[in-house]
């Protein structure tokens, strides 16, 4: 059976009214993904996975691709089950139950809500340290009104700013690259050989695990192109392939960049046993290829693209979390009104920009913020993907009976484990905190349906009768 053309009209079958714009192209999403993602994303941890993984740098994000590959693939087989705004709460709630999709929106919120506010501190202060004169929290300040403005001026513009920002940054990544391969050429570094993605007199599996727990992160981002279902003009099947396409170019990116700045470490050895408290490792290794100009420009490139190319998507994103719980009585009904004219959530987008603002100045303030919000954005994200995992088993398999093995079932069992891992060997911190979140979704969840607020989700209203979702706890099959 042919794929049905994704019309006004899709999201009306589910129960609702289509308000966002429909002006996205394939072109767009996958830009959106590949900025969410931020292609230049190891200029900022290359020291870290470089210690993590003994110096096979280029190894590590190489099996990150391909285990986050499993998590795409169940994106995409849920985007078409339903393609609607959302992301894992619509996916849970929809393909398991609504109890479950609500636990699962609230585990992804935390790391939704407070990502914006982590890119722009981290970003605030990188500015912070090339241009000392202005202080962190003016930085701050000034990315969340910019990126704010952008977002509020409708869809349509951010998808401009995001094909100019994403040119950008691989402008800076093909010089790095140009400049990297012809300096190794006349022998700077070590030189061209194998070892950042094997290197047998360090290897083992537990390192390159280890060291892939933190490489997955830098693939977090991608699953940002669900939450645009409703403003894609295309097919229901191109948010998934947007995924995967998104998934491989910036994996193919992040392999040869480590792989060539690996080799320009000036001193690997004490990278490894000391790491990188400074997170200067990839600017070092670019002033070995080119001087300090390559350094700087490299810092700067990291400093824009997480505080103005990657928050600028995450924000958006975030407005669309809010703004599909809400319009299901999840959150306070004003996060669900949409601009007339814009059709962007426009409550949502600016309660957003506050929090993160707020977020980001306090956070500011303590020696730990980077480090408690990063921890704490990982949790949220990598235990709802498990649950996404779940609930694609459980609609296509338990459900209706799929007997479509790989993409059904061992995909996602494959990619529940390897997420598993890694959230099970997370910092103690990060998972206390997580939990304590998730006991405060129950508690929110509990007095939801003692106040009669539960969701009304319709798998599918065919006859186009309703004018709001219109099923209780229990979607209809």
């Known amino acids: 059976m042919s794929e049905p053309d994704l019309t006004s009209h899709d999201v009306e079958r589910y129960g609702y009214t289509q308000e966002l714009h429909r002006s996205l192209s394939f072109t767009d999403l996958l830009v959106y993904g590949l900025v969410f993602m931020v292609p230049i994303a190891p200029f900022g941890i290359f020291g870290g996975v470089f210690q993590g993984s003994g110096g096979m740098?280029?190894?590590?994000?190489?099996?990150?691709?391909v285990a986050m590959m499993f998590t795409a693939l169940s994106y995409a087989q849920m985007s078409r089950a339903f393609p609607m705004a959302g992301s894992v709460y619509?996916?849970?709630?929809?393909?398991?139950?609504a109890p479950v999709g609500f636990l699962s929106g609230w585990m992804i919120l935390l790391d939704y809500v407070l990502i914006p506010g982590l890119l722009y501190l981290i970003a605030s202060i990188a500015m912070h340290s090339l241009i000392g004169s202005v202080p962190v929290w003016l930085w701050l300040v000034g990315f969340v009104v910019l990126n704010t403005v952008v977002n509020y001026t409708g869809i349509e513009m951010t998808a401009k700013v995001n094909k100019v920002m994403l040119v950008g940054e691989l402008v800076v990544l093909a010089v790095f690259v140009v400049i990297g391969i012809v300096a190794l050429a006349m022998g700077r570094g070590r030189g061209f050989d194998l070892t950042p993605l094997y290197n047998p007199d360090t290897f083992s599996i537990s390192l390159v695990l280890g060291a892939v727990s933190i490489a997955v992160l830098s693939f977090l981002g991608f699953d940002g192109i669900s939450m645009l279902a409703e403003e894609s003009k295309e097919q229901a099947h191109a948010i998934g392939?947007?995924?995967?396409?998104?998934?491989?170019?910036?994996?193919?990116?992040?392999?040869?960049?480590?792989?060539?700045?690996?080799?320009?470490v000036p001193d690997p050895a004490t990278l490894i046993a000391e790491g990188d408290a400074g997170g200067t490792a990839f600017y070092d290794a670019a002033a070995v290829a080119a001087g300090p100009w390559l350094a700087m420009l490299t810092a700067l490139a990291t400093a824009i693209a997480w505080g103005f190319a990657n928050a600028l998507v995450a924000q958006l994103a975030t407005s669309r979390?809010?703004?599909a719980m809400a319009r299901d009585r999840q959150l306070p009904s004003f996060l669900a009104k949409v601009h007339?004219?814009?059709?962007?959530?426009?409550?949502?987008?600016?309660?957003?920009?506050?929090?993160?603002?707020?977020l980001g100045l306090y956070m500011a303030t303590r020696e730990d913020g980077i480090t408690l919000l990063s921890t704490l954005v990982n949790f949220g994200a990598l235990s709802a993907f498990l649950v996404?995992?779940?609930?694609?088993?459980?609609?296509?398999?338990?459900?209706?009976?799929?007997?479509?093995?790989?993409?059904?079932?061992?995909?996602?069992?494959?990619?529940?484990?390897?997420?598993a891992f890694v959230v099970v060997n997370a910092d103690v911190a990060a998972q206390t905190l997580g939990f304590v979140w998730l006991a405060i979704g129950a508690v929110l969840l509990g007095f939801l349906l003692a106040t009669g607020r539960r969701p009304e989700l319709v798998?599918?209203?065919t006859a186009g009768t309703t004018t709001g979702a219109t099923t209780s706890w229990e979607a209809t099959p």
């Open 340 to 358: 007339p004219t814009k059709g962007v959530p426009v409550n949502a987008t600016l309660l957003v920009a506050a929090v993160s603002l707020v």
């Open 241 to 264: 392939r947007s995924m995967v396409a998104a998934l491989l170019l910036a994996g193919t990116l992040f392999v040869v960049q480590t792989w060539i700045a690996a080799l320009l």
């Open 57 to 65: 740098v280029a190894l590590a994000y190489a099996i990150g691709m």
């Open 459 to 461: 798998l599918d209203d």
């Open 388 to 419: 996404l995992h779940v609930s694609v088993v459980w609609h296509y398999v338990v459900r209706n009976g799929s007997r479509a093995w790989f993409k059904h079932l061992v995909a996602p069992v494959i990619g529940f484990v390897i997420l």
């Open 321 to 323: 979390l809010l703004y």
């Open 90 to 97: 619509t996916y849970a709630g929809r393909g398991i139950a």
